[in-house]
T-cell receptor
Framework: QKEVEQNSGPLSVPEGAIASLNCTYS??????FFWYRQYSGKSPELIMF????GDKEDGRFTAQLNKASQYVSLLIRDSQPSDSATYLC?????????FGQGTELSVKP | EAGVTQFPSHSVIEKGQTVTLRCDPI?????LYWYRRVMGKEIKFLLH????????ESGMPNNRFLAERTGGTYSTLKVQPAELEDSGVYFC????????????FGPGTRLTVT
């Protein structure tokens, strides 16, 4: 079993829709949870992070964390074609990020 | 404020040669991390510096890899001798002091060993 599991996709949504990206992790000692966006051939770009159970909103993005279920998700509202990228979930323990393989998101105009 | 920079952006070397990658973190960031992505795999942690000290090097694949951070500023990652399986993209990231802060990634160095 991988430490971090994400659906590889591609996840295709129409422009303006909500995109829902999911992630499960195995290390219960994970302290914080990060979402990165990676365009093809580029480096990971931090979108947002969450530490506590519940929801955290930042603009069009909402991260949700459920430590009991070892589940973290990212919602993107009003999806735009420019959101098309691979989204990486990365739990952290002691500063070390453990990445999933990422979910490819495609937003169709 | 300048972001994390890495040099070179690309490197092509032959098996058995030596390559040194460099990373300059964001100014004031005590934490410096190295990660690697090999083809088709997820990004993997290599090691973590706090200032000039190695905090965690559990991800270093073998003793052909040597990382240094002299003076707690920039860091180098040397691969000697390089093997075919070392090919991939090497990312450096930095963060503020503490372990809960967000990490900012550099553009990466694409290493190809032929």
């Amino acid at each position: 079993q991988k430490e971090v599991e994400q659906n590889s996709g591609p996840l295709s949504v129409p422009e303006g829709a909500i995109a829902s990206l999911n992630c499960t992790y195995s290390d219960r000692g994970s302290q914080s949870f990060f979402w990165y966006r990676q365009y093809s051939g580029k480096s990971p770009e931090l979108i947002m992070f969450i530490y506590s159970n519940g929801d955290k909103e930042d603009g069009r993005f909402t991260a949700q964390l459920n430590k009991a279920s070892q589940y973290v998700s990212l919602l993107i509202r009003d999806s735009q074609p420019s959101d098309s990228a691979t989204y990486l979930c990365a739990p952290s323990r002691g500063g070390k990020l453990i990445f999933g393989q990422g979910t490819e998101l495609s937003v169709k105009p | 404020e300048a972001g994390v920079t890495q040099f070179p952006s690309h490197s092509v070397i032959e098996k058995g040669q030596t390559v040194t990658l460099r990373c300059d973190p964001i100014s004031g960031h005590d934490n410096l991390y190295w990660y690697r992505r090999v083809m088709g795999k997820e990004i993997k942690f290599l090691l973590h510096f706090v200032k000039e000290s190695k905090q965690d090097e559990s991800g270093m694949p073998n003793n052909r890899f040597l990382a240094e951070r002299t003076g707690g500023t920039y860091s180098t990652l040397k691969v000697q001798p390089a093997e075919l399986e070392d090919s991939g993209v090497y990312f450096c990231a930095s963060s503020q002091p503490g372990t809960s802060y967000e990490q900012y990634f550099g553009p990466g160095t694409r290493l190809t060993v032929t």
